[in-house]
């Protein structure tokens, strides 16, 4: 099981600030590759390495969530590979990936305290973390 390195916080303050200036993009910048590249700035690793190539619109990207048994079950069989447990959102942390339920669908985000942020297509889009359907520890 991989470790959240001791300078994770400032990890994530950076991914922030890199990612907030970066409009939503089926292709490179959607909610699902948003919570994959902070796993990959966190620790080393892509778990959505497989799917990348495959998502080229929102087409492409429905029929692989479709596909896959939806975007909590992507979110699980990648966390279970790597050992990272589904838990209640009252136990997330800073970091710790979410989901949360928009009226457009399911999306996956980060826990930042009492808010979670997600990748909204004018940009951030901030929930209360209480009101997230699931998380998981990540690191």
């Known amino acids: 099981m991989l470790t959240r390195p001791q ?10 600030r ?3 200036a970066q409009p939503f993009d089926w292709r490179t910048n959607n909610c699902a590759f948003f919570a994959c590249d902070w796993i990959a700035c966190l620790l080393g690793i892509d778990p959505a390495a497989s799917y990348r190539a ?5 087409l492409s990207a429905m029929r692989v969530v479709e596909e896959a048994g939806g975007i909590e079950s992507i979110a699980n069989d990648a966390c279970a590979r790597w050992e ?5 959102v009252a136990l997330a942390r800073r970091g710790d990936v979410m989901l949360y339920d928009f009226p457009t ?8 305290g009492a808010r979670s942020v997600f ?5 951030f889009v901030f929930v209360r973390t209480m009101e997230c359907r699931t998380s998981w520890r990540v690191g």
């Open 7 to 16: 300078d994770w916080p400032e990890r994530l303050a950076l991914f922030l």
């Open 18 to 20: 890199e990612k907030e």
């Open 54 to 58: 495959k998502v080229d619109g929102p």
């Open 84 to 88: 990272w447990p589904a838990q209640p």
């Open 105 to 112: 669908g399911a999306a996956l985000g980060l826990c930042i």
């Open 119 to 123: 990748v909204g297509k004018e940009g």
